[in-house]
């Protein structure tokens, strides 16, 4: 496959992934603002785009939050960008991808402009959601798993482990005690299957292990981790360059065994240092790809902002 079309597909998985879970973590942010009476709302804000790597000085109010990553249009952090840079990435990529994904994407972004900063956020975040799981639907429904399929889903596996140790990192927000374990479940639709799996009460312990190690569900991090390893194994001409392709699996296995083989205690103890390891884990993942797929024949420049 060459290297460009690899590199838009990857990129495709990633920022569709990426504009789901940032409208999952900005709607339980929200919510914990309104509930928690205490809340230092400033504080709280500043801390989040931290964890979502946009910094910004001063004081940060409700508003920016939502400008920086809800509706900024040139940002590779913020929904609308991402919505916009996943249709771009899909016009380069139109040759491989069906027609069906395509125009999902094409109508996702033409729908944004009905969407403003004056619009209710809930009702937006949950439109993001609904079209980023008709994309994925539409996607797994009409695409061949051949090395397209594994490109976008690579870059999914990835962008999911990233984003759900950020998710996980907003129970440490400054100003704030973060949201509690019942509605980190529910952000990630884990609810019901963590009822199902465990069959008792949420603790944390319990709802931590969930979500960080469990091999069932595909929103644990660990889910995610082991199948992003699996997923290189399996693209056409790993094998010719086993260095790189190996030394990516090798920081994702590292990070996936490290959280499967820590006491969870342990893990909640350092719950930030933690979900830093995972973050550079997937970057140093996200890197490898980059020089081992996408440079050597490259028609375009590394330009891919990623978080």
């Given at each position: 496959m060459l290297s460009r079309i690899a590199e838009s597909l990857f990129w495709i998985g990633r920022y569709v992934e990426r504009a789901d879970n940032t409208a999952r973590l900005l709607d339980v942010h929200l919510n914990v603002l309104l509930e928690d009476p205490w809340v230092d709302e400033p504080s709280a804000?500043?801390?989040?785009?931290?964890?979502?790597?946009?910094?910004?000085?001063?004081?940060?109010?409700?508003?920016?939050?939502?400008?920086h990553l809800a509706f900024e249009d040139d940002s590779a952090t913020s929904i609308a960008g991402t919505l916009a840079a996943?249709?771009?990435?899909?016009?380069?990529?139109?040759?491989?991808?069906?027609?069906?994904?395509?125009?999902?994407?094409?109508?996702?972004?033409?729908?944004?402009?009905?969407?403003?900063?004056?619009?209710?956020?809930?009702?937006?975040?949950?439109?993001?959601?609904?079209?980023?799981?008709?994309?994925?639907?539409?996607?797994?429904?009409?695409?061949?798993?051949?090395?397209?399929?594994?490109?976008?889903?690579?870059?999914?596996?990835?962008?999911?482990?990233?984003?759900?140790?950020?998710?996980?990192?907003?129970?440490?927000?400054?100003?704030?005690?973060?949201?509690?374990?019942?509605?980190?479940?529910?952000?990630c639709s884990a609810h019901e299957a963590y009822l199902r799996t465990v069959r008792a009460l949420v603790t944390e312990e319990r709802a931590a292990e969930f979500l960080l190690i469990d091999r069932l569900f595909p929103r644990s991090i660990a889910y995610n981790l082991d199948r992003a390893e699996s997923i290189l194994s399996q693209i056409e001409g790993s094998e010719s360059n086993r260095a790189l392709a190996g030394r990516a699996r090798l920081a994702l296995g590292r990070a996936r065994t490290n959280l499967e083989y820590s006491p969870v205690r342990d893990i909640l103890d350092d719950l930030v240092t933690q979900m830093h390891e995972v973050q550079r884990a997937c970057a140093t993942a996200s890197d490898l790809i980059r020089d081992r797929y996408f440079l050597p024949a490259a028609t375009v420049t590394w330009n891919q902002e990623a978080l």
């Amino acid at each position: 496959m060459l290297s460009r079309i690899a590199e838009s597909l990857f990129w495709i998985g990633r920022y569709v992934e990426r504009a789901d879970n940032t409208a999952r973590l900005l709607d339980v942010h929200l919510n914990v603002l309104l509930e928690d009476p205490w809340v230092d709302e400033p504080s709280a804000n500043a801390s989040l785009l931290s964890v979502m790597s946009c910094p910004v000085d001063g004081p940060v109010s409700r508003g920016d939050v939502l400008r920086h990553l809800a509706f900024e249009d040139d940002s590779a952090t913020s929904i609308a960008g991402t919505l916009a840079a996943a249709r771009e990435n899909a016009r380069r990529a139109r040759e491989v991808i069906s027609t069906e994904v395509w125009e999902s994407l094409n109508t996702t972004r033409m729908d944004l402009r009905r969407w403003s900063r004056a619009s209710r956020p809930h009702e937006y975040f949950v439109w993001v959601r609904e079209r980023a799981a008709v994309v994925w639907g539409l996607s797994s429904a009409t695409t061949s798993r051949d090395d397209a399929w594994h490109f976008m889903e690579l870059g999914r596996s990835l962008e999911r482990a990233d984003m759900i140790a950020r998710l996980l990192m907003t129970r440490s927000l400054e100003g704030t005690t973060g949201p509690n374990w019942t509605t980190l479940l529910r952000t990630c639709s884990a609810h019901e299957a963590y009822l199902r799996t465990v069959r008792a009460l949420v603790t944390e312990e319990r709802a931590a292990e969930f979500l960080l190690i469990d091999r069932l569900f595909p929103r644990s991090i660990a889910y995610n981790l082991d199948r992003a390893e699996s997923i290189l194994s399996q693209i056409e001409g790993s094998e010719s360059n086993r260095a790189l392709a190996g030394r990516a699996r090798l920081a994702l296995g590292r990070a996936r065994t490290n959280l499967e083989y820590s006491p969870v205690r342990d893990i909640l103890d350092d719950l930030v240092t933690q979900m830093h390891e995972v973050q550079r884990a997937c970057a140093t993942a996200s890197d490898l790809i980059r020089d081992r797929y996408f440079l050597p024949a490259a028609t375009v420049t590394w330009n891919q902002e990623a978080l």
